[in-house]
């Protein structure tokens, strides 16, 4: 699942239901590769889920709880 831009704007949206890829979640919450995975390693990001073999992808519902919780003032 890819993420959608909606009329041609460069703000990206969140789907309401599926997976995404790192790279996708990174659109939205703007910190580095190195970053995320120190954050997923401590527990301040949600874990990756097996999609396959090689393939790892993020639960919308997780990363637009993160989000949340950013906006909120919590800690990432």
């Known amino acids: 699942m890819s993420v959608s831009v909606q009329g041609g704007a460069s703000t990206p949206t969140l789907p309401e239901t599926g997976f995404l890829r790192l790279a996708d979640v990174l659109r ?3 910190v580095c590769k190195t970053a995320w995975y120190a954050g997923v390693k401590s527990g301040k990001f949600p874990k990756p889920i097996a999609l396959g073999a090689r393939a790892r992808g993020y639960r ?4 637009r709880g993160l ?6 003032g919590g800690e990432a």
Request: hydrophobic share 60%.
């Open 28 to 30: 939205f919450v703007p």
């Open 60 to 63: 919308v519902a997780d990363i």
């Open 67 to 72: 989000i949340e919780r950013l906006n909120a």
